[in-house]
């Protein structure tokens, strides 16, 4: 019996489908430029209107077909001023987009042939795409903290902040679009934690946290209905009382940096945060996620 496919057809993209629509840097470019001009018209800067462009040969431009003058599709994106072969830079997109736990710049050197150097700085251009500004609007959310990094000195454990972990927190939306944010912070404190629910949870939401002393009080803020599961007492889930949803998210990022990049430093952290909480807001469109990766160069909706 033929094994049943479980990705539904509409959402997937695989490797043969990229090679089919973009099996050169001239594809790539001419997407670029029908993606930031639909219209098939580009404005013209020596003309003040909107013209008809052809392509110019031997070079990533397009011309005025009135005047000549010439227009990158490549200004202003990521690609801009790259010498890096542009579909490489789409194949680096589509790897990035294709994983749940992400790709290492040293994969995408093996597989491309371009330095690590020029891998890495890829990677961080491509993560730039993938910050957002995530306004929460679930009623209900789950909120909690975790330690990424190295090991603690002494093989201490807990929340103390001993060691050369970094002290990350996330909410994520329990009804609605199940969205999630995750940053970095200095510590788990009362202040920390409160500020960041003032700041990214609507006033009179209910909000689910384990059992940690920083969250105490939270029921005294913007009117919350604060619940909480007693993990110390070794208690996970009470009814609808849990932290799963987000703890779920936390093993997805984990996975990823321990698995892939096995380290990262504190200054990169927001960026591959970032490039976690985008592909997990993104899980339940229905578009393959490399297309939603693609929108994003030219601002396109999504």
Known sequence: MKPKQSIPKHLRFTIQDFNNQFPNDDACLDWLKDSKFPAGLIPC???????????????????????????????????????????????AMYLMSATRCGISAKQLQRETGVTYKTAWRMFKQIRTLMSEDVSLEGEAVEMDETYVGGKRRNGSRGRATN?????????????????????????????????IAKEY?????????????????????????????????GVYVMGDVHTNTIEGFWSLVKRGIGGVYHSVGKEYLPSYLNEYTWRYNRRNEQVPMFTLLLNEVSGRPE
């Not at 689910?208 to 110390?232: A, K, M, P």
Request: aromatic share 8%; with cysteine; proline share 4%.
């Open 163 to 195: 060691g050369n972990k970094t002290c990350v927190v996330g909410v994520v939306e329990r009804t609605g679009k199940g969205r999630v944010i995750a940053m970095p912070v200095t510590d788990a404190s009362k202040k920390t934690l409160h500020g």
């Open 45 to 91: 800067a020596k003309c003040g209107k909107d013209r008809k462009h052809h392509r110019v040969t031997g070079r990533p431009a397009y011309a005025c077909d009135y005047c000549g003058s010439m227009v990158s599709p490549m200004a202003g994106t990521i690609f801009e001023k790259s010498s890096t072969s542009l579909r490489i830079w789409f194949y």
């Open 201 to 233: 949870i609507l006033p009179e939401s209910t909000v689910f946290t384990d059992d940690w002393s920083g969250y105490h009080g939270l029921e005294q803020v913007n009117g919350y209905q604060h619940r909480r599961i007693n993990h110390s007492a």
